[in-house]
């Protein structure tokens, strides 16, 4: 035996172990980035499977009514009540449009609140109680809610790391706006600049990833579109830019309007009608129902549904919006909102920008009607969600008009200054916040503070 033999064998032993380390860590990092994928996959099978869900539920609605509109003044409140009570005793937490959940998700520390807020269980909720919603004539979207289904299952693929859960909840929120509009770039803009409000450096690579594998899902199974379709419309420099600041404002301010009266009902109306409300909010989501009923019967339909098909109508000149389109569309999206049902805020919001819009054409009769829509569009939801970058991006990708992108930028900083005179925090923030106080009404110790400003 040679003389170094026996001194060799513990040297050996250590670089197996190494290796063996190695091995298992490599495992590991690969088992992780896969379930990673994984998820991303999932998201983007669930924003398509409420896409089609949604367009599904609407149309059902639209042949009931096409019997007779009267249907809506019964049908409509029937499924607000029916929606409101699911969503409180069956699948609590998926009310509204489920970004406040993910955003006290993110903050909380508690185990026990943040599985409540977005485990599988309220995703499926979310789902079901949204095609409820839209099949009975709600003014609300699947985009919010498909940012709580999409990081409830991607919480649900990191439970085995969750040192990174935080990102994971993140990117699952960010795929899921992605692959709701087929805008991977806004959904990257949406995860830091609303979910987030920080810039996490680690969340980053966990963002591209899940956005990457939701929108390839996506691709997959509906092919390549623009949500609302190219336009090429233009502003000219000269006076007429003078309607960006005019609809920065008045977008801005309706939308800071339209997060006041959320937070309002969010926190509880003082006195009798408070109480009203909190002893019978079924009722009261049945009274919601009703005024959207009447909503829709005065705008003859338009004011029913996401509002995506009219907002298409205008901006390609396809339909001339009615002066009172806006206003009702706005008035049926509040009823909506304030419920206690599930559903989002984005399309309906980009229907409302685009009634603006269109509602100046008399006023700059040399703009074109493409140029005032999507100017409407990015200041009134740049008003209501205080998330200025987010909104152009999100505007031009949906439309791939990119020589709109100064006019666009500027509207959205005007509306976002106009937002801030009516209301002061950003709707999603206030609401999460509001969440982490009723869980922990002296106070949260498990929480994190909300970042209000990026």
Known sequence: ??????????????????????????????????????????????????????????????????????????????????????????????????????????????????????????????????GLGLLCGAAAGREGPTVQVGAAIMAAVGRLTPERLPGLILAGGAAGVAAAFNTPLAGIVFGIEELGRTYEARATGLIVAAIVAAGLTSLWLVGNYTYFGTTDASLALGGSWLLVIVLGVVGGLGGGLFSRIVILFGRGLPGRPGLWIG?????????????????????????????????????????QARLDFAPLKFAATVLSSISGIPGGL??????????????????????????LVLIGMVSYLTGVLQAPITSFVIVTEMTQNHDMVIPLMIAALVADAASKLVCRGGLYHVLAEQILARAHPAADPAAEPVRRTA
């Open 346 to 371: 984005f399309a309906p919001s980009l229907a409302v920008g685009a009634g603006l819009g269109a509602a100046l054409r008399d006023v700059f009769a040399e703009v074109p009607i493409g140029a």
């Open 279 to 319: 002893r019978r909010p079924i009722a009261f989501a049945m009274l919601c129902g009703l005024g959207v009923a009447l909503c829709g019967l005065a705008s003859d339909g338009a004011a029913y549904g996401t509002g995506y098909e009219e907002a298409r109508a205008i901006l390609h000149g396809d339909a």
């Open 1 to 130: 035996m040679p003389p170094n033999w026996t001194s060799g064998r513990p040297r050996y032993r250590r670089s197996m172990a190494r290796l063996r380390s190695a091995s298992i860590d490599a495992f590991a990092i690969w088992r992780r980035r896969l379930l990673f994928l994984l998820g991303g996959i999932c998201v983007g099978l669930a924003a398509v499977v409420m896409a089609k869900l949604a367009d599904g539920a609407q149309d059902v609605f639209r042949r009931i009514i096409a019997v007779s509109p009267l249907i809506a003044l019964v049908l409509t409140p029937l499924g607000f009540g029916l929606a409101a009570l699911l969503a409180r005793t069956v699948f609590p937490n998926s009310q509204g449009s489920g970004i406040p959940q993910v955003i006290a998700a993110r903050h909380t520390r508690d185990p026990a609140l943040r599985h409540a807020l977005i485990s599988l269980r309220v995703a499926f909720g979310k789902i079901v109680v949204m």
